[in-house]
């Protein structure tokens, strides 16, 4: 059984930073490409970050390029998402999705195979 846990979420003001964390169990997902997803009320979900590989190949949307940096620790099985600079819409339940095939950094939803429960951050003016 694969397992995908976020946490870190919370309530921020905006300039604020925070640190989403992700932790997969249930297989070995250093070969895995890892990524963030956003939805925010009323919107469809959205690619936020992506990485794979043994070198750490990321990809960033526009939005957050610049602001947002994703990371992993294979020997913690967990990926990171590092936010700073953060707007009002940043607002959204964030989720961590994983892609077994680890080929390519995938920018869309039905690209993943395993979904976590999300973590909601909300950002105050």
């Known amino acids: 059984q694969v397992q995908l846990v976020e946490s870190g979420g919370g309530l921020v003001q905006a300039g604020d930073s925070l640190t989403l964390s992700c932790a997969a169990s249930?297989?070995?997902?250093?070969?895995?490409?890892m990524g963030w997803f956003r939805q925010a009320p009323g919107k469809e979900r959205e690619f936020v970050a992506a990485?794979?590989?043994?070198?750490?190949?990321?990809s960033y949307a526009d939005s957050v390029r610049g602001r947002f940096t994703i990371s992993r620790d294979k020997a913690k099985n967990t990926v990171y998402l590092q936010m700073n600079g953060l707007k009002q819409e940043d607002t959204a339940v964030y989720y961590c999705?994983?892609?077994?095939?680890?080929?390519?950094?995938?920018?869309?939803?039905?690209?993943?195979?395993?979904w976590g429960q999300g973590t909601q951050v909300t950002v105050s003016s």
């Open positions: 999705a994983a892609d077994p095939s680890g080929l390519l950094v995938k920018k869309k939803p039905y690209e993943y195979d395993y």
């Open positions: 990485i794979r590989g043994s070198a750490g190949v990321t």
């Open positions: 249930g297989r070995t997902f250093s070969s895995f490409a």
